[in-house]
């Protein structure tokens, strides 16, 4: 079945690049997520990229897509302690009825933010 | 924009009752919402796609019979957990979807407890 994988914690330093790395095995996904969720709040969309995309950038955040080894990443640059989370790799596929389908998502990876 | 409620937020029932969680859409039309379920430290796991007036499709080793889904309108869809057990103990979450869009809006999660 598809699967989605993420490392579970990321340590970074105030002020440095934070890279969040996952995999999908799904080669058939037409769109990739990244989502945010704050201690005891919702799952907050921050972006996504189309399987024919090989790059999406926005503001402070830089996804990559390799497709050839389904391999996605998220960048956020000059990391301040407001970005502590967990971010939610996910992916899905074309709905029959338009529009994406529902989401398989990886585990989470936390990530921590060090003054 | 683009705001899903779920009510109740927290729910703690007795083994063999029955629990209904809402899930609404306050400022949109979701042709499509979704329902999740996250274990403590796990990924969220979909377990059902309900389409506004017609029966919800249910993922692989969900029972339909168990999990009732009922999507009457656009803005509405209700899970209702039947003969609970703790085993069903979990947060679920919602996510709701307008007619072909690529990005789902979650709800911020009801946490149900079966003593």
């Known amino acids: 079945g598809e699967d989605v994988e993420q490392s579970l914690f990321l340590s970074v330093r105030e002020g440095d690049s934070s890279v969040i790395n996952c995999t999908y095995t799904?080669?058939?996904?037409?769109?990739l997520y990244w989502y945010k969720q704050e201690p005891g709040a919702g799952l907050q969309l921050l972006t996504y990229?189309?399987?024919?995309?090989d790059m999406k950038q926005d503001q402070r955040l830089t996804v990559l897509l390799n497709k050839k080894d389904k391999h996605l990443s998220l960048r956020i640059a000059d990391t301040q302690t407001g970005d502590s989370a967990i971010y939610f790799c996910?992916?899905?596929?074309?709905?029959?009825?338009?529009?994406?389908?529902?989401?398989?998502f990886g585990k989470g990876t936390h990530l921590i933010i060090q003054p | 924009g683009a705001v899903v409620s779920q009510h109740p937020s927290r729910v703690i029932c007795k083994s063999g009752t029955s629990v209904k969680i809402e899930c609404r859409s306050l400022d949109f039309q979701a042709t499509t919402m979704f329902w999740y379920r996250q274990f403590p430290k796990q990924s969220l796991m979909l377990m059902a796609t309900?389409?506004?007036?017609?029966?919800?499709?249910?993922e692989q080793g969900v029972e339909k019979d168990k999990f009732l889904i009922n999507h009457a309108s656009l803005t509405l869809s209700t899970l209702t957990v039947t003969s609970a057990h703790p085993e069903d103990s979990s947060f679920y979450i919602c996510s709701a979807r307008p007619h072909t869009y690529n990005e789902q809006f979650f709800g911020p999660g009801t946490r149900l407890t079966v003593l």
């Open positions: 309900s389409n506004e007036g017609s029966k919800a499709t249910y």
């Open positions: 990229i189309f399987s024919n995309m």
């Open positions: 996910a992916e899905s596929n074309r709905y029959s009825g338009g529009g994406a389908d529902g989401l398989t």
């Open positions: 799904d080669s058939s996904s037409t769109y």
